[in-house]
């Protein structure tokens, strides 16, 4: 089982820029290893399901984005310090919301590990 920990969020003004991290918790891999998990970042909004935000597959398959979010969210990884990252830039009040991040099993790309969320909240 991995346990995933979110850190980063906060209370922002819009256009400001925020750099969410991801790491598991209290185990580590090797670098070899976590590169072949699948990463992504989902949210939710008060009242609303929760939205894929971005993923990046191991692999050198690049990472793909959500239509919201494209050309202001950046996903990246890096494997030997079993992190991944969501750099949001022009932030926006409709990106307030509890973000978590994902991990698949080696080599897969269905999410089966999950954090708690961290909170991003976005005024006006």
């Known amino acids: 089982q991995v346990q995933l920990v979110e850190s980063g969020g906060g209370l922002v003004q819009a256009g400001d820029s925020l750099r969410l991290s991801c790491a598991p918790s209290?185990?580590?891999?090797?670098?070899?290893?976590?590169?072949?998990?699948?990463l992504g970042w989902f949210r939710q909004a008060p009242g609303k399901e929760r939205d894929f935000v971005a993923r990046i597959v191991w692999g050198a398959r690049g990472p793909a984005y959500a239509d919201s979010v494209k050309g202001r969210f950046t996903i990246s990884r890096d494997n030997a310090k079993n992190t991944v990252y969501l750099q949001m830039n022009s932030l926006k009040p409709e990106d307030t919301a509890v973000y978590y991040c994902?991990?698949?099993?080696?080599?897969?790309?269905?999410?089966?590990?999950w954090g708690q969320g961290t909170q991003v909240t976005v005024s006006s």
């Open positions: 994902a991990a698949s099993s080696a080599f897969g790309t269905r999410f089966d590990y």
């Open positions: 209290g185990r580590t891999f090797s670098s070899n290893t976590f590169s072949t998990y699948t």
